[in-house]
C-alpha cells in the first residue's frame, strides 16, 4: 500500500491525493473508500491505498485514513 495525503474533495463524490514520492496526484471516488464516509474527510488528511489503472489513467482505491 501507498501513503499520501487528501488534497483536494470535491462536492461530487470524489477528490484526489497528493501522494508521497511522487508529483502527480491520484483521483479517487468515495465508493473506494474503506472504514470513512466521503464526509468525514478533510484536506490534509493521510490516507493509504492501493493504485490500480482505469481507462482514464491511475486511481486510488481502498482508500483508508491513517490515524
Known amino acids: 500500500m501507498q501513503q499520501g495525503t487528501i488534497?483536494?474533495?470535491?462536492?461530487?463524490?470524489?477528490g484526489f491525493i497528493a501522494v508521497e514520492?511522487?508529483?502527480?496526484?491520484l483521483f479517487f471516488h468515495s465508493k473506494e473508500l474503506q472504514g470513512v464516509q466521503?464526509?468525514?474527510l478533510r484536506e490534509g488528511?493521510?490516507?493509504q491505498f492501493e493504485v490500480?489503472?482505469?481507462?482514464?489513467?491511475l486511481n486510488a482505491v481502498n482508500?483508508?485514513?491513517i490515524q
Open 21 to 25: 514520492g511522487s508529483e502527480k496526484d
Open 63 to 65: 482508500v483508508t485514513r
Open 52 to 57: 490500480v489503472e482505469s481507462p482514464k489513467g
Open 38 to 40: 466521503f464526509d468525514e
Open 7 to 14: 488534497k483536494r474533495l470535491t462536492d461530487r463524490g470524489f
Open 45 to 47: 488528511d493521510k490516507v
